[in-house]
Antibody, heavy 124, light 108 residues
Framework: EVQLLESGGGLVQPGGSLRLSCAASGFTFSSYAMSWVRQAPGKGLEWVSAVSVRGGTTDYAESVKGRFTISRDNSRSTLFLQMNSLRAVDTAVYYC?????????????????WGQGTMVTVSS | EIVLTQSPGTLSLSPGERATLSCRASESVSSTSLSWYQQKPGQAPRLLIYGASSRATGIPDRFSGSGSGADFTLTISRLEPEDFAVYYCQQYGSSPLTFGQGTKVEFK
């Protein structure tokens, strides 16, 4: 079964850091670009970041550029999101998502598999 | 940034009725790089349509997508009870990827 499982969310103070992980299984992780998408409580979906199949190309939403870093470890089939200088507006459920087709340009595809999400709350 | 505007914000319908959801882009979406997702409370989004009109694996044929350029439509031909949810369009033709604000399909 194709599956994505996020972890690492929690409560953090403004200005703090958090590292999210997304463990993939059931497909060839190293063949697909991956993304993070977030959803603030009661709000819509917001794309956060994407990474290419080998990790050499990354892309970010303006709202997180310079604060968040996406990376991947293909040997462990795991996607990461390092979040620094967190703000209250970063409070959201964070989903990892898999590109629909293999070997697409970074951020250039629909997402056919999503994780269950991990909640990040930034509050003092 | 391509802004996607979905209408209506809420659609109140009964099972068996036809639902027509609109997604308009602030500029042309390249290569019909437009997808639709369904999201139910407490769940992750589910891919319904990609490439503007192709159904994802396992999606019933009552769901159909159409459109090109800056104007796209998701049609649910006959609503089933499990179809009452929020629907989002997304463009992936240019960075940043963007989503519409969603259309809620609710019981009338």
């Amino acid at each position: 079964e194709v599956q994505l499982l996020e972890s690492g969310g929690g409560l953090v103070q403004p200005g703090g850091s958090l590292r999210l992980s997304c463990a993939a299984s059931g497909f060839t992780f190293s063949s697909y670009a991956m993304s993070w998408v977030r959803q603030a409580p009661g709000k819509g979906l917001e794309w956060v970041s994407a990474v290419s199949v080998r990790g050499g190309t990354t892309d970010y939403a303006e709202s997180v550029k310079g604060r968040f870093t996406i990376s991947r470890d293909n040997s462990r089939s795991t996607l990461f999101l390092q979040m620094n200088s967190l703000r209250a507006v970063d409070t959201a459920v964070y989903y990892c998502a898999k590109d629909h087709r293999a070997y697409q340009p970074t951020g250039g595809d629909a997402f056919d598999i999503w994780g269950q999400g991990t909640m990040v709350t930034v509050s003092s | 940034e391509i802004v996607l505007t979905q209408s209506p914000g809420t659609l109140s319908l009964s099972p068996g009725e036809r639902a027509t959801l609109s997604c308009r882009a602030s500029e042309s979406v390249s290569s019909t790089s437009l997808s639709w997702y369904q999201q139910k409370p407490g769940q992750a989004p589910r891919l319904l349509i990609y490439g503007a009109s192709s159904r994802a694996t396992g999606i019933p044929d009552r769901f159909s997508g159409s459109g090109s350029g800056a104007d796209f439509t998701l049609t649910i031909s006959r609503l089933e009870p499990e179809d009452f949810a929020v629907y989002y369009c997304q463009q992936y033709g240019s960075s940043p990827l963007t989503f519409g604000q969603g259309t809620k399909v609710e019981f009338k």
